[in-house]
Protein backbone atom coordinates (compact mmCIF):
# COMPACT_ATOMS: atom_id res chain seq x y z
CA UNK A 1 0.00 0.00 0.00
CA UNK A 2 1.50 3.44 -0.93
CA UNK A 3 1.64 6.25 1.00
CA UNK A 4 -1.06 8.08 -1.09
CA UNK A 5 -3.08 5.22 -0.75
CA UNK A 6 -2.79 5.07 3.29
CA UNK A 7 -3.76 9.22 3.21
CA UNK A 8 -6.80 8.35 0.85
CA UNK A 9 -7.82 6.16 3.40
CA UNK A 10 -7.67 8.47 6.59
CA UNK A 11 -9.63 10.81 4.18
CA UNK A 12 -12.53 8.24 3.48
CA UNK A 13 -13.06 6.56 7.00
CA UNK A 14 -12.21 10.16 8.62
CA UNK A 15 -10.08 7.65 11.06
CA UNK A 16 -6.28 7.02 11.54
CA UNK A 17 -7.02 3.87 14.06
CA UNK A 18 -5.53 0.73 14.17
CA UNK A 19 -6.90 -1.79 16.14
CA UNK A 20 -4.62 -3.99 17.91
CA UNK A 21 -5.53 -8.00 17.92
CA UNK A 22 -3.20 -9.16 20.51
CA UNK A 23 -6.06 -12.09 20.81
CA UNK A 24 -5.07 -14.38 23.86
CA UNK A 25 -7.76 -17.60 24.35
CA UNK A 26 -8.08 -16.69 28.01
CA UNK A 27 -9.27 -13.31 27.17
CA UNK A 28 -11.76 -13.48 24.66
CA UNK A 29 -15.76 -14.71 25.45
CA UNK A 30 -16.07 -18.67 26.53
CA UNK A 31 -18.79 -19.24 23.78
CA UNK A 32 -16.02 -18.65 21.51
CA UNK A 33 -13.76 -21.53 22.38
CA UNK A 34 -16.57 -24.40 21.21
CA UNK A 35 -15.13 -23.28 17.68
CA UNK A 36 -12.54 -24.64 15.57
CA UNK A 37 -10.27 -21.79 15.87
CA UNK A 38 -11.47 -19.58 18.29
CA UNK A 39 -8.98 -16.90 17.88
CA UNK A 40 -9.82 -16.67 14.06
CA UNK A 41 -13.13 -16.59 14.91
CA UNK A 42 -12.68 -13.53 17.53
CA UNK A 43 -10.38 -11.87 15.47
CA UNK A 44 -12.56 -12.27 12.26
CA UNK A 45 -15.74 -11.07 14.55
CA UNK A 46 -13.57 -7.79 15.68
CA UNK A 47 -12.72 -7.00 11.51
CA UNK A 48 -16.06 -7.45 10.49
CA UNK A 49 -17.45 -5.23 13.44
CA UNK A 50 -14.73 -2.56 12.58
CA UNK A 51 -13.12 -2.27 9.28
CA UNK A 52 -15.36 0.73 8.75
CA UNK A 53 -14.02 2.69 11.72
CA UNK A 54 -10.10 1.24 11.61
CA UNK A 55 -7.66 2.29 8.83
CA UNK A 56 -5.17 -0.67 9.45
CA UNK A 57 -4.67 -3.50 11.96
CA UNK A 58 -2.05 -4.66 13.71
CA UNK A 59 -1.91 -8.59 14.75
CA UNK A 60 0.71 -8.84 17.47
CA UNK A 61 3.17 -11.68 17.12
CA UNK A 62 3.55 -12.70 20.74
CA UNK A 63 0.07 -13.81 21.32
CA UNK A 64 0.11 -15.70 18.52
CA UNK A 65 3.01 -17.39 18.97
CA UNK A 66 2.62 -18.21 22.50
CA UNK A 67 -0.05 -21.32 20.95
CA UNK A 68 3.04 -22.32 18.79
CA UNK A 69 1.89 -23.97 15.36
CA UNK A 70 -1.88 -23.29 16.26
CA UNK A 71 -1.18 -20.03 16.69
CA UNK A 72 0.48 -19.49 13.05
CA UNK A 73 -2.56 -20.62 11.62
CA UNK A 74 -4.78 -18.17 13.26
CA UNK A 75 -2.38 -15.80 12.57
CA UNK A 76 -1.96 -16.60 8.74
CA UNK A 77 -5.95 -17.11 8.78
CA UNK A 78 -6.07 -13.76 9.84
CA UNK A 79 -4.07 -11.78 7.47
CA UNK A 80 -5.41 -13.36 4.52
CA UNK A 81 -8.72 -12.57 6.09
CA UNK A 82 -7.83 -9.23 6.56
CA UNK A 83 -6.56 -8.78 3.44
CA UNK A 84 -10.36 -9.09 1.51
CA UNK A 85 -10.65 -5.31 3.04
CA UNK A 86 -9.18 -1.63 2.05
CA UNK A 87 -6.75 -2.11 5.48
CA UNK A 88 -3.10 -1.07 6.03
CA UNK A 89 -2.13 -4.68 7.71
CA UNK A 90 0.85 -4.48 10.07
CA UNK A 91 3.17 -7.56 11.39
CA UNK A 92 3.89 -6.39 15.17
CA UNK A 93 6.58 -8.71 15.30
CA UNK A 94 9.40 -6.28 16.17
CA UNK A 95 12.42 -8.42 14.24
CA UNK A 96 15.95 -7.38 13.74
CA UNK A 97 19.08 -9.57 13.23
CA UNK A 98 22.08 -9.77 10.69
CA UNK A 99 21.41 -9.34 6.96
CA UNK A 100 21.07 -12.72 6.01
CA UNK A 101 18.43 -13.76 8.77
CA UNK A 102 16.50 -10.30 8.29
CA UNK A 103 15.99 -11.16 4.48
CA UNK A 104 14.35 -14.96 6.35
CA UNK A 105 12.35 -12.39 8.77
CA UNK A 106 11.47 -10.14 5.38
CA UNK A 107 10.21 -13.87 3.81
CA UNK A 108 8.12 -14.57 6.72
CA UNK A 109 6.24 -11.50 6.62
CA UNK A 110 5.96 -10.08 3.44
CA UNK A 111 6.24 -13.15 0.47
CA UNK A 112 2.61 -14.91 0.40
CA UNK A 113 3.66 -17.70 -1.45
CA UNK A 114 6.37 -18.76 1.45
CA UNK A 115 4.01 -18.59 4.22
CA UNK A 116 0.70 -17.67 3.25
CA UNK A 117 1.19 -14.43 4.96
CA UNK A 118 1.24 -11.20 3.34
CA UNK A 119 1.36 -7.74 5.62
CA UNK A 120 1.91 -4.49 4.28
CA UNK A 121 4.25 -3.36 7.33
CA UNK A 122 6.51 -4.92 9.62
CA UNK A 123 7.74 -3.55 12.95
CA UNK A 124 11.61 -4.26 13.49
CA UNK A 125 14.22 -3.10 16.33
CA UNK A 126 16.87 -0.83 15.40
CA UNK A 127 19.94 -1.94 17.52
CA UNK A 128 21.76 -3.84 15.39
CA UNK A 129 21.78 -1.29 12.54
CA UNK A 130 21.35 -0.86 9.48
CA UNK A 131 21.56 -4.52 7.78
CA UNK A 132 19.37 -5.74 10.25
CA UNK A 133 16.17 -3.80 8.84
CA UNK A 134 17.42 -2.90 5.16
CA UNK A 135 16.54 -6.30 3.51
CA UNK A 136 12.52 -5.29 5.04
CA UNK A 137 12.96 -2.49 2.30
CA UNK A 138 13.67 -4.30 -0.77
CA UNK A 139 9.97 -5.58 -1.11
CA UNK A 140 7.91 -2.98 -3.17
CA UNK A 141 5.24 -1.26 -1.45
CA UNK A 142 6.12 -2.61 2.18
CA UNK A 143 6.76 -0.98 4.54
CA UNK A 144 9.10 -1.08 7.85
CA UNK A 145 8.18 0.77 11.01
CA UNK A 146 11.06 0.94 13.31
CA UNK A 147 11.00 1.35 16.96
CA UNK A 148 11.93 5.02 18.22
CA UNK A 149 10.00 5.84 21.53
CA UNK A 150 8.49 3.17 22.91
CA UNK A 151 5.58 3.24 25.47
CA UNK A 152 6.55 1.20 28.03
CA UNK A 153 8.72 1.88 31.53
CA UNK A 154 11.64 0.28 30.04
CA UNK A 155 11.94 3.37 27.15
CA UNK A 156 13.77 4.75 29.76
CA UNK A 157 16.37 2.02 30.27
CA UNK A 158 18.10 2.70 27.23
CA UNK A 159 16.00 4.79 24.65
CA UNK A 160 16.90 8.09 26.39
CA UNK A 161 20.49 7.42 26.65
CA UNK A 162 22.56 10.33 26.35
CA UNK A 163 25.28 11.08 23.51
CA UNK A 164 26.78 14.17 22.98
CA UNK A 165 24.08 15.34 20.90
CA UNK A 166 21.21 13.54 20.86
CA UNK A 167 19.25 11.09 23.08
CA UNK A 168 19.93 7.50 21.69
CA UNK A 169 16.51 7.82 20.45
CA UNK A 170 16.72 10.28 18.10
CA UNK A 171 20.25 8.97 17.00
CA UNK A 172 17.89 6.62 15.82
CA UNK A 173 15.74 8.58 14.14
CA UNK A 174 18.24 10.70 12.65
CA UNK A 175 20.62 7.90 11.29
CA UNK A 176 17.78 5.27 10.21
CA UNK A 177 15.80 8.38 8.24
CA UNK A 178 17.82 8.09 5.29
CA UNK A 179 17.68 4.20 5.05
CA UNK A 180 14.18 4.30 3.19
CA UNK A 181 12.10 7.20 2.55
CA UNK A 182 8.75 8.84 3.87
CA UNK A 183 7.53 6.25 1.19
CA UNK A 184 8.24 2.59 2.98
CA UNK A 185 9.50 3.88 6.50
CA UNK A 186 7.43 4.88 9.96
CA UNK A 187 8.33 4.85 13.59
CA UNK A 188 6.68 3.91 16.59
CA UNK A 189 6.70 6.37 19.06
CA UNK A 190 4.60 5.47 22.55
CA UNK A 191 1.73 7.62 23.42
CA UNK A 192 2.69 7.84 27.04
CA UNK A 193 5.19 10.11 25.46
CA UNK A 194 3.33 12.36 23.51
CA UNK A 195 4.81 15.55 24.78
CA UNK A 196 8.27 14.15 23.43
CA UNK A 197 6.45 14.25 19.83
CA UNK A 198 7.20 18.30 18.82
CA UNK A 199 11.05 17.34 18.96
CA UNK A 200 10.27 13.84 17.02
CA UNK A 201 8.23 15.77 14.40
CA UNK A 202 11.75 18.30 14.37
CA UNK A 203 13.62 15.29 13.21
CA UNK A 204 10.67 13.64 10.83
CA UNK A 205 8.59 16.35 10.06
CA UNK A 206 6.88 14.12 7.66
CA UNK A 207 7.10 10.12 8.70
CA UNK A 208 4.15 8.60 9.10
CA UNK A 209 4.54 7.68 13.44
CA UNK A 210 2.52 4.45 14.51
CA UNK A 211 1.54 5.10 17.93
CA UNK A 212 0.82 2.73 20.51
CA UNK A 213 -0.56 3.39 24.07
CA UNK A 214 -3.50 5.23 23.59
CA UNK A 215 -5.98 3.01 26.33
CA UNK A 216 -4.99 0.77 28.56
CA UNK A 217 -1.39 2.47 28.99
CA UNK A 218 -2.72 5.44 29.27
CA UNK A 219 -1.76 7.51 26.39
CA UNK A 220 -3.90 10.45 25.74
CA UNK A 221 -5.12 10.82 22.05
CA UNK A 222 -5.50 14.27 21.73
CA UNK A 223 -1.75 15.00 23.05
CA UNK A 224 -0.69 12.91 20.39
CA UNK A 225 -2.51 14.88 17.78
CA UNK A 226 -1.57 18.35 19.75
CA UNK A 227 2.23 16.84 18.57
CA UNK A 228 2.44 14.48 16.05
CA UNK A 229 -0.11 15.60 13.76
CA UNK A 230 0.45 16.56 10.10
CA UNK A 231 -0.65 18.42 7.27
CA UNK A 232 -1.23 14.15 5.76
CA UNK A 233 -2.13 13.15 9.58
CA UNK A 234 1.04 11.75 9.48
CA UNK A 235 -0.37 9.26 12.47
CA UNK A 236 -1.83 5.71 13.06
CA UNK A 237 -3.20 5.84 16.43
CA UNK A 238 -3.39 2.01 18.10
CA UNK A 239 -5.64 0.65 20.07
CA UNK A 240 -5.79 -2.98 21.21
CA UNK A 241 -6.97 -3.90 24.67
CA UNK A 242 -9.11 -0.92 25.24
CA UNK A 243 -11.03 -1.83 22.15
CA UNK A 244 -10.78 -5.78 22.05
CA UNK A 245 -11.57 -6.57 24.72
CA UNK A 246 -14.85 -3.92 25.76
CA UNK A 247 -16.92 -6.54 26.32
CA UNK A 248 -16.43 -10.40 26.77
CA UNK A 249 -19.80 -11.40 26.27
CA UNK A 250 -21.70 -12.18 23.56
CA UNK A 251 -22.21 -8.34 22.45
CA UNK A 252 -18.23 -8.50 22.44
CA UNK A 253 -18.00 -6.98 18.65
CA UNK A 254 -20.92 -4.92 19.30
CA UNK A 255 -19.20 -3.52 22.14
CA UNK A 256 -15.60 -3.48 20.25
CA UNK A 257 -17.52 -1.35 17.73
CA UNK A 258 -18.86 0.97 20.19
CA UNK A 259 -14.92 1.86 21.46
CA UNK A 260 -13.96 1.98 18.31
CA UNK A 261 -16.57 4.23 17.02
CA UNK A 262 -15.94 6.81 19.94
CA UNK A 263 -12.58 7.14 18.92
CA UNK A 264 -12.94 7.51 15.15
CA UNK A 265 -15.25 10.40 16.44
CA UNK A 266 -12.51 11.92 18.18
CA UNK A 267 -10.58 11.29 15.58
CA UNK A 268 -12.98 13.04 12.49
CA UNK A 269 -13.01 16.26 14.75
CA UNK A 270 -9.17 15.99 14.63
CA UNK A 271 -9.01 15.70 11.22
CA UNK A 272 -11.27 18.43 10.03
CA UNK A 273 -8.28 20.58 11.72
CA UNK A 274 -6.41 19.45 8.55
CA UNK A 275 -9.07 19.45 5.66
CA UNK B 1 19.58 -26.34 32.77
CA UNK B 2 21.67 -24.79 35.35
CA UNK B 3 24.94 -22.82 34.93
CA UNK B 4 27.24 -25.86 37.17
CA UNK B 5 25.69 -28.23 34.70
CA UNK B 6 26.56 -25.73 31.72
CA UNK B 7 29.75 -25.99 32.70
CA UNK B 8 30.12 -29.32 33.51
CA UNK B 9 28.94 -30.71 30.37
CA UNK B 10 31.89 -27.88 28.83
CA UNK B 11 34.51 -30.29 30.98
CA UNK B 12 33.31 -33.67 29.74
CA UNK B 13 33.21 -32.63 26.05
CA UNK B 14 35.79 -30.76 26.40
CA UNK B 15 33.71 -28.23 23.64
CA UNK B 16 32.29 -25.02 24.68
CA UNK B 17 30.49 -25.19 20.77
CA UNK B 18 27.23 -24.54 19.37
CA UNK B 19 25.84 -25.26 16.25
CA UNK B 20 23.55 -22.63 14.59
CA UNK B 21 20.89 -24.79 12.64
CA UNK B 22 19.99 -21.99 10.32
CA UNK B 23 18.14 -24.30 8.27
CA UNK B 24 17.37 -23.34 4.66
CA UNK B 25 15.43 -25.69 2.33
CA UNK B 26 17.57 -24.03 -0.68
CA UNK B 27 21.13 -24.99 0.96
CA UNK B 28 20.12 -28.52 2.16
CA UNK B 29 20.90 -31.35 -0.04
CA UNK B 30 18.80 -32.57 -2.65
CA UNK B 31 17.84 -35.79 -1.61
CA UNK B 32 16.59 -34.89 1.46
CA UNK B 33 13.35 -32.70 0.00
CA UNK B 34 11.47 -36.19 -0.91
CA UNK B 35 11.37 -36.18 2.74
CA UNK B 36 7.85 -35.43 4.36
CA UNK B 37 9.79 -33.03 6.83
CA UNK B 38 13.42 -31.75 4.83
CA UNK B 39 14.13 -29.14 7.28
CA UNK B 40 13.68 -31.58 10.49
CA UNK B 41 15.49 -34.79 8.51
CA UNK B 42 18.34 -32.73 7.54
CA UNK B 43 18.45 -30.80 11.36
CA UNK B 44 17.98 -34.33 12.78
CA UNK B 45 20.92 -35.66 10.77
CA UNK B 46 23.28 -32.85 11.80
CA UNK B 47 22.16 -33.43 15.38
CA UNK B 48 22.52 -36.99 15.32
CA UNK B 49 26.37 -36.79 13.60
CA UNK B 50 27.62 -33.85 16.38
CA UNK B 51 25.81 -34.28 19.29
CA UNK B 52 29.00 -35.86 21.18
CA UNK B 53 31.19 -32.45 20.02
CA UNK B 54 28.76 -29.59 20.71
CA UNK B 55 26.97 -28.47 23.94
CA UNK B 56 24.41 -25.89 22.19
CA UNK B 57 22.40 -25.69 19.37
CA UNK B 58 20.55 -22.46 18.05
CA UNK B 59 17.82 -22.76 15.69
CA UNK B 60 17.27 -19.51 14.37
CA UNK B 61 13.31 -18.93 13.98
CA UNK B 62 14.10 -16.48 10.80
CA UNK B 63 14.79 -19.66 9.06
CA UNK B 64 11.21 -21.47 10.62
CA UNK B 65 9.38 -18.24 10.51
CA UNK B 66 9.76 -17.89 7.03
CA UNK B 67 8.13 -21.02 6.08
CA UNK B 68 5.12 -20.14 7.94
CA UNK B 69 3.33 -22.79 9.91
CA UNK B 70 5.04 -25.86 8.57
CA UNK B 71 8.36 -23.96 9.18
CA UNK B 72 7.15 -23.81 12.86
CA UNK B 73 6.32 -27.46 12.39
CA UNK B 74 9.81 -28.03 11.77
CA UNK B 75 10.90 -26.12 14.41
CA UNK B 76 9.29 -27.68 17.09
CA UNK B 77 10.26 -30.88 16.16
CA UNK B 78 13.48 -29.73 16.09
CA UNK B 79 13.93 -29.04 19.65
CA UNK B 80 11.44 -31.95 21.16
CA UNK B 81 13.88 -34.02 19.44
CA UNK B 82 17.15 -31.83 21.22
CA UNK B 83 15.50 -32.65 24.29
CA UNK B 84 16.23 -36.54 24.16
CA UNK B 85 20.16 -35.45 24.53
CA UNK B 86 22.51 -33.45 27.07
CA UNK B 87 22.95 -30.18 25.13
CA UNK B 88 21.70 -26.33 25.88
CA UNK B 89 19.32 -24.90 23.28
CA UNK B 90 19.01 -21.62 22.39
CA UNK B 91 16.32 -20.35 20.49
CA UNK B 92 17.81 -17.54 18.58
CA UNK B 93 14.86 -15.07 18.19
CA UNK B 94 15.88 -11.94 19.32
CA UNK B 95 12.54 -10.90 20.87
CA UNK B 96 11.63 -7.81 23.11
CA UNK B 97 8.40 -6.42 23.07
CA UNK B 98 6.57 -4.63 26.07
CA UNK B 99 5.92 -6.75 29.32
CA UNK B 100 2.54 -8.52 28.72
CA UNK B 101 3.61 -8.89 25.20
CA UNK B 102 7.05 -10.61 26.23
CA UNK B 103 5.11 -12.69 28.89
CA UNK B 104 3.70 -14.15 25.42
CA UNK B 105 6.78 -14.60 23.92
CA UNK B 106 8.26 -16.22 27.01
CA UNK B 107 5.33 -18.84 26.90
CA UNK B 108 6.34 -19.51 23.06
CA UNK B 109 9.97 -20.26 23.92
CA UNK B 110 9.44 -22.16 27.49
CA UNK B 111 6.07 -23.51 28.26
CA UNK B 112 6.12 -26.73 26.53
CA UNK B 113 2.44 -27.25 27.22
CA UNK B 114 1.65 -24.27 25.23
CA UNK B 115 3.57 -24.70 22.79
CA UNK B 116 5.81 -28.03 22.54
CA UNK B 117 8.84 -26.35 23.16
CA UNK B 118 10.63 -25.80 26.05
CA UNK B 119 13.72 -24.36 24.76
CA UNK B 120 16.48 -23.81 28.08
CA UNK B 121 17.25 -20.08 26.98
CA UNK B 122 16.09 -17.20 24.00
CA UNK B 123 18.33 -14.07 22.30
CA UNK B 124 16.41 -11.22 24.06
CA UNK B 125 17.08 -7.48 22.06
CA UNK B 126 17.55 -4.99 25.07
CA UNK B 127 15.70 -1.67 23.47
CA UNK B 128 12.90 -1.68 24.67
CA UNK B 129 14.49 -1.73 28.56
CA UNK B 130 14.08 -4.26 31.28
CA UNK B 131 10.24 -4.93 31.65
CA UNK B 132 10.64 -6.35 27.76
CA UNK B 133 12.92 -8.79 29.12
CA UNK B 134 12.12 -9.73 32.61
CA UNK B 135 9.27 -11.35 31.87
CA UNK B 136 11.49 -14.38 30.47
CA UNK B 137 13.73 -15.02 33.66
CA UNK B 138 10.29 -15.53 35.68
CA UNK B 139 10.80 -19.09 34.42
CA UNK B 140 13.21 -21.03 36.90
CA UNK B 141 16.55 -22.42 35.38
CA UNK B 142 15.69 -20.57 31.96
CA UNK B 143 18.23 -18.18 30.75
CA UNK B 144 18.05 -15.16 28.77
CA UNK B 145 20.98 -14.10 26.34
CA UNK B 146 20.76 -9.99 25.87
CA UNK B 147 22.07 -8.74 22.70
CA UNK B 148 25.20 -6.68 23.79
CA UNK B 149 27.30 -6.43 20.49
CA UNK B 150 26.44 -8.29 16.68
CA UNK B 151 28.59 -9.42 14.54
CA UNK B 152 27.42 -7.63 11.86
CA UNK B 153 28.01 -4.15 10.04
CA UNK B 154 24.90 -2.77 11.46
CA UNK B 155 26.63 -3.06 15.03
CA UNK B 156 28.38 0.41 14.72
CA UNK B 157 24.94 2.47 13.53
CA UNK B 158 24.19 2.47 17.55
CA UNK B 159 25.90 -0.15 19.59
CA UNK B 160 29.02 2.03 19.79
CA UNK B 161 26.35 5.35 20.19
CA UNK B 162 29.34 7.38 22.88
CA UNK B 163 27.27 8.90 25.81
CA UNK B 164 29.09 10.19 28.89
CA UNK B 165 30.94 7.65 30.01
CA UNK B 166 30.32 4.75 28.36
CA UNK B 167 29.24 3.38 24.93
CA UNK B 168 25.58 2.25 24.49
CA UNK B 169 26.66 -1.76 24.50
CA UNK B 170 28.42 -1.00 27.25
CA UNK B 171 25.71 0.59 28.57
CA UNK B 172 23.67 -2.06 28.05
CA UNK B 173 25.80 -4.51 30.04
CA UNK B 174 26.25 -2.29 33.09
CA UNK B 175 22.51 -2.30 33.88
CA UNK B 176 20.87 -5.12 32.31
CA UNK B 177 23.42 -7.25 34.34
CA UNK B 178 21.53 -6.31 37.27
CA UNK B 179 18.21 -7.87 36.31
CA UNK B 180 18.75 -11.27 36.41
CA UNK B 181 22.19 -13.02 37.74
CA UNK B 182 25.25 -14.97 36.34
CA UNK B 183 22.90 -17.92 36.90
CA UNK B 184 20.26 -16.46 34.31
CA UNK B 185 21.42 -13.84 32.59
CA UNK B 186 24.14 -14.14 29.22
CA UNK B 187 25.47 -11.54 26.63
CA UNK B 188 25.93 -11.82 22.91
CA UNK B 189 29.23 -10.40 21.62
CA UNK B 190 30.14 -11.07 18.51
CA UNK B 191 33.62 -12.85 17.18
CA UNK B 192 34.11 -10.09 14.87
CA UNK B 193 34.53 -7.42 17.69
CA UNK B 194 37.01 -9.79 19.42
CA UNK B 195 39.43 -7.12 20.79
CA UNK B 196 36.15 -5.74 22.55
CA UNK B 197 36.10 -8.21 24.74
CA UNK B 198 38.71 -7.83 27.36
CA UNK B 199 36.49 -4.41 28.27
CA UNK B 200 33.38 -6.54 28.06
CA UNK B 201 34.92 -8.66 30.69
CA UNK B 202 35.81 -5.75 32.75
CA UNK B 203 32.08 -5.27 33.13
CA UNK B 204 30.76 -8.58 32.92
CA UNK B 205 33.56 -10.56 34.29
CA UNK B 206 31.90 -13.80 34.90
CA UNK B 207 29.03 -14.01 32.57
CA UNK B 208 28.70 -16.65 29.92
CA UNK B 209 28.80 -14.83 26.35
CA UNK B 210 27.23 -16.71 23.35
CA UNK B 211 29.70 -15.58 20.34
CA UNK B 212 28.77 -15.74 17.07
CA UNK B 213 30.39 -14.88 14.29
CA UNK B 214 33.03 -17.85 13.94
CA UNK B 215 33.67 -19.09 10.35
CA UNK B 216 31.63 -17.65 7.83
CA UNK B 217 31.47 -14.00 9.56
CA UNK B 218 35.36 -14.09 9.83
CA UNK B 219 35.79 -13.89 13.80
CA UNK B 220 38.72 -15.63 15.12
CA UNK B 221 38.67 -18.54 18.08
CA UNK B 222 41.69 -17.78 19.28
CA UNK B 223 41.17 -14.02 19.45
CA UNK B 224 38.08 -14.69 20.88
CA UNK B 225 39.37 -17.07 23.77
CA UNK B 226 42.20 -14.62 24.23
CA UNK B 227 40.08 -11.90 25.50
CA UNK B 228 36.71 -13.57 26.58
CA UNK B 229 37.95 -16.96 28.76
CA UNK B 230 37.25 -17.47 32.00
CA UNK B 231 37.75 -20.37 35.19
CA UNK B 232 35.00 -21.42 34.45
CA UNK B 233 35.08 -21.32 30.41
CA UNK B 234 32.48 -18.67 30.15
CA UNK B 235 31.82 -18.89 26.48
CA UNK B 236 29.86 -20.61 24.02
CA UNK B 237 30.90 -19.99 20.69
CA UNK B 238 28.25 -20.63 17.89
CA UNK B 239 28.89 -21.69 14.31
CA UNK B 240 26.11 -22.21 11.70
CA UNK B 241 27.16 -22.39 8.12
CA UNK B 242 30.76 -23.44 8.62
CA UNK B 243 29.40 -26.48 10.06
CA UNK B 244 25.90 -27.45 8.76
CA UNK B 245 26.75 -25.96 4.81
CA UNK B 246 30.00 -28.04 4.56
CA UNK B 247 28.80 -30.26 2.05
CA UNK B 248 25.86 -29.83 -0.13
CA UNK B 249 26.16 -33.79 -0.82
CA UNK B 250 24.81 -36.88 0.82
CA UNK B 251 27.95 -36.87 2.80
CA UNK B 252 26.52 -33.39 4.61
CA UNK B 253 25.91 -34.94 8.08
CA UNK B 254 29.55 -36.75 7.75
CA UNK B 255 31.39 -33.46 6.71
CA UNK B 256 29.58 -31.48 8.87
CA UNK B 257 31.07 -33.78 11.64
CA UNK B 258 34.58 -33.31 10.60
CA UNK B 259 34.31 -29.52 10.45
CA UNK B 260 32.30 -29.79 14.15
CA UNK B 261 35.40 -32.51 15.27
CA UNK B 262 38.12 -29.60 14.13
CA UNK B 263 36.62 -26.77 16.09
CA UNK B 264 36.13 -29.19 18.79
CA UNK B 265 39.91 -30.34 19.18
CA UNK B 266 40.55 -26.20 18.86
CA UNK B 267 38.70 -25.75 21.86
CA UNK B 268 39.83 -28.72 23.77
CA UNK B 269 43.40 -27.15 23.59
CA UNK B 270 42.23 -23.90 24.35
CA UNK B 271 40.28 -25.29 27.50
CA UNK B 272 43.12 -27.15 28.87
CA UNK B 273 44.49 -23.80 29.35
CA UNK B 274 42.43 -23.56 32.73
CA UNK B 275 41.97 -26.97 33.70
Not at 122 to 138: Q, R, W
Not at 179 to 206: F, S
Not at 239 to 256: N, V
Request: aromatic content about 10%.
Amino acid sequence: MTRKEIIELIGNKKSFLCIGLDTDPNKIPKHLLNEQDPVFQFNKAIIDATHDLAIAYKPNFAFYESRGVHGWESLTRTIQYLKSFNVFTIADAKRGDIGNTSQQYARAMFDEKSTGMDFDAVTVAPYMGEDSVKPFLSYPGKWIIVLALTSNKGAFDFQFFQGEEHKLFEQVLCRSKNWGTIENMMYVVGATQANMLADIRKIVPDHFLLVPGIGAQGGSLREVAKYGLTKDCGLIVNSSRGIIYASSGEDFAEKARAEALKTQKEMEEILSSIS
